[in-house]
């Protein structure tokens, strides 16, 4: 193993966690404050994807970063980006477990509806809205993204 697969995840490990420990501070910080801090993520990122890791996992990890640095901290530019997937992971919950429990389902048809009706429900959660408020809107032909 060389330096570069030594040093390639740990040094992205510290940076994705100075880039959280910014995004949690980031009301008590000034405009300009986040701006150098988002200036010097960017180009620790730059310095860290120059590494050249020889493994087949760093090869991969660069790669995958090297194509979406562009948005990798997206979250330090915009307080309503999460830094983290956790709201996606919880959308898929309650499938998750409804398919463990009921050990899957017995059509294709079923499969589709549940997974139709979970996406119109939690789409309408984010935007404030019931889950039956959520149906109607859809049944109506009303977009869930634009405003009613």
């Known amino acids: 193993m060389d330096a570069g697969d030594r040093v390639f995840a740990p040094e992205m490990k510290a940076l994705f966690k100075r880039a959280l420990a910014i995004h949690h501070r980031r009301a008590q910080l000034a405009d300009s404050t986040r701006y150098q801090y988002r200036l010097d993520i960017k180009r620790q990122l730059r310095r860290i994807l120059n590494l050249e890791p020889d493994q087949a996992d760093g090869i991969r990890l660069k790669k995958r970063y090297e194509g979406i640095q562009e948005n990798l901290f997206l979250f330090l530019e915009d307080a309503a980006i999460s830094p983290t997937n956790n709201s996606s992971e919880q959308a898929i919950r309650m499938s998750t477990i409804f398919r463990k429990v009921t050990n899957g389902f017995?059509?294709?048809?079923?499969?589709?509806?549940?997974?139709?009706?979970?996406?119109?429900?939690?789409?309408g959660k984010r935007q404030g809205l019931s889950a039956l408020q959520s149906i109607q809107m859809a049944l109506s032909g009303r977009s869930l993204f634009q405003p009613g």
């Open 106 to 123: 017995r059509s294709d048809w079923g499969k589709d509806l549940f997974a139709a009706v979970r996406s119109v429900v939690n789409t």
